[in-house]
């Protein structure tokens, strides 16, 4: 059955047309109905995806900012859903373009600008922890979907064997050149790795795992570095423990 609200059922006296079945609408046409996606105030002006097929992009017609945000949309499973607003425009966007690579949105509008929006990798399910680099130029966040995201001019993902609960940034005495960072990773598992991330030349990061502990018997919750002792630092978990490591390369210590 389609929503109470659809279009598709509307009545209409008009003598010119032809009343058509939500069954034969459902079942008969050429290009049956799957999902209706709700969000826009307005009709829509323009829609478009991305070659891979996951993102669709979607504006309509506008006379302000209210109504002028691209609402950018993500396939999840059999579903449509809804991912999240683009501002940017003060009128009816008319075209919106993927890259050809897929990382980047262009739009035009009628109130004569065009705005390019990066498409950043996001976290498919839910996220759990995020922490910020000592030098706050980019951030971390950790989900359910076995994934860490370094977020910066560029967001780059590593995966892991099992969902990502904790985050840490250690200070700058831990990296072995500037520009590089070292992140403790917490997992669903109780293992706890420590990662180096430094500055490719397209702009993202190359993160490597350089230690990996199993510190807990369950899932690790925090993750806390020492505020003046490179290398130290303590962990908690579910299962109602708390460790002191000590972590760097040739370190693998646990203190109870």
Same mark, same amino acid.
């Given at each position: ?48 995806s ?97 994934t ?7 967001? $780059? ?8 609960? /904790?985050? &840490?940034?250690? +200070?700058? =005495? %831990?990296? *072995? ?11 669903? $598992?109780g ?7 430094? /500055?490719? &030349?397209?702009g +993202?990061? =190359? %993160?490597? *795992?350089?230690?990996s ?9 925090r ?34």
């Open positions: 059955m389609l929503p109470e609200l659809s279009l598709t059922t509307k009545a209409t006296t008009d003598a010119s047309t032809s009343l058509v079945l939500v069954g034969d609408q459902l079942n008969r046409s050429v290009w049956p109905e799957l999902q209706k996606l709700y969000g826009h105030g307005n009709e829509l002006l323009c829609v478009t991305n070659s891979a097929r996951t993102r669709l992009a979607s504006a309509c017609k506008s006379r302000d900012s209210q109504f002028a945000a691209i609402w950018l949309w993500a396939s999840a499973e059999e579903d449509i859903v809804a991912l999240q607003q683009l501002p940017g425009h003060a009128s009816s966007v008319v075209q919106l373009a993927f890259s050809p690579d897929d990382r980047s949105l262009v739009s035009v509008s009628k109130d004569r600008h065009v705005c390019v929006y990066a498409l950043q990798p996001v976290h498919k399910r839910i996220v759990w922890t995020c922490g910020w680099a000592h030098d706050s130029r980019l951030f971390a966040s950790g989900s359910r979907d076995d860490m995201i370094l977020w910066g001019h560029v967001a $780059s993902a590593l995966s892991f064997s099992s969902a990502v609960t /904790a985050v &840490a940034f250690a +200070k700058a =005495e %831990m990296s *072995t050149e500037e520009g590089t960072y070292v992140i403790a990773v917490g997992l669903e $598992s293992w706890v790795h420590l990662v180096e991330a430094s /500055a490719a &030349a397209d +993202k990061w =190359e %993160m490597t *795992t350089i230690q502990i199993r510190a807990h018997a369950a899932t690790v919750t993750l806390a570095w020492h505020p003046t002792t490179a290398g130290l630092m303590v962990s908690t978990s579910q299962d109602t423990s708390v460790v002191l490591l000590q972590l760097g390369r040739g370190e693998g210590g646990i203190n109870d």
